[in-house]
C-alpha cells in the first residue's frame, strides 16, 4: 500500500516530505533519496503508533503523481497486515478469533503487531475466523 507524498525543496532544510492524507507525518534530508527514506520512516512510525493506539486506519485517497510532486511511498507489508487484521476483528474479541483460528491468543496477539508476520496458511485461517475471505491480488 502505497501513501503519495509530497517533496519540496527547502532552502533551510533540504528536502521537505509531507503526506496529504497523513497531516501529521513529516520528514525531511539533505538529499531527495534521503528524505524519501525517512519519510518511509516517518509513515512506518507513525502508523504503528496508531495501530498500538487501537486507531483506524487512515487509508491512503491522494494518488502518487510526479508530475505534481507526489511520490508513493510504500507502508510497511508486516503494518498493513496487522492493521488489517485488526480492523477485521472489530468487534470480536481476540481471544475468541484465535479460539476459532485454532491458534493461542498470544500468537494472535503477535499477529495484530509488526512483530507478528502470519504464513499464508495462517491468514487463511484467522480469515475464516474472522468470517472473512482473504483475498491476493497482483496488481
Known amino acids: ?16 516530505v509531507s503526506f496529504p492524507d497523513l497531516p501529521n507525518v513529516n520528514a525531511f534530508g539533505d538529499t531527495q533519496e534521503e528524505a524519501i527514506k525517512q519519510a518511509k520512516d516517518a509513515l512506518d512510525g507513525a502508523m504503528e503508533c496508531d495501530l498500538d493506539l487501537g ?9 502518487p503523481d510526479s508530475d505534481k510532486g507526489l511520490y508513493p511511498v510504500e507502508l510497511s507489508p ?14 470480536q474479541k481476540k481471544s475468541e478469533v484465535a479460539r476459532r483460528a485454532n491458534i493461542t491468543p498470544q500468537a494472535y496477539q503477535r499477529f495484530e503487531t509488526p512483530k507478528g508476520s502470519p504464513s499464508v496458511e ?18
Do not use: C, S, W
Request: charged share 30%; proline share 2%.
Open 78 to 91: 508486516r503494518i498493513e497486515i496487522a492493521y488489517k487484521l485488526f480492523e477485521a476483528r472489530r468487534g
Open 122 to 139: 495462517t491468514l487463511y485461517k484467522l480469515a475464516h475466523a474472522l468470517g472473512k475471505q482473504l483475498v491476493v491480488e497482483f496488481v
Open 1 to 16: 500500500m502505497n501513501y503519495a507524498a509530497k517533496i519540496e525543496k527547502d532552502k533551510d532544510m533540504g528536502f521537505v
Open 55 to 63: 486507531n483506524t486506519m487512515i487509508l491512503p485517497k491522494t494518488m
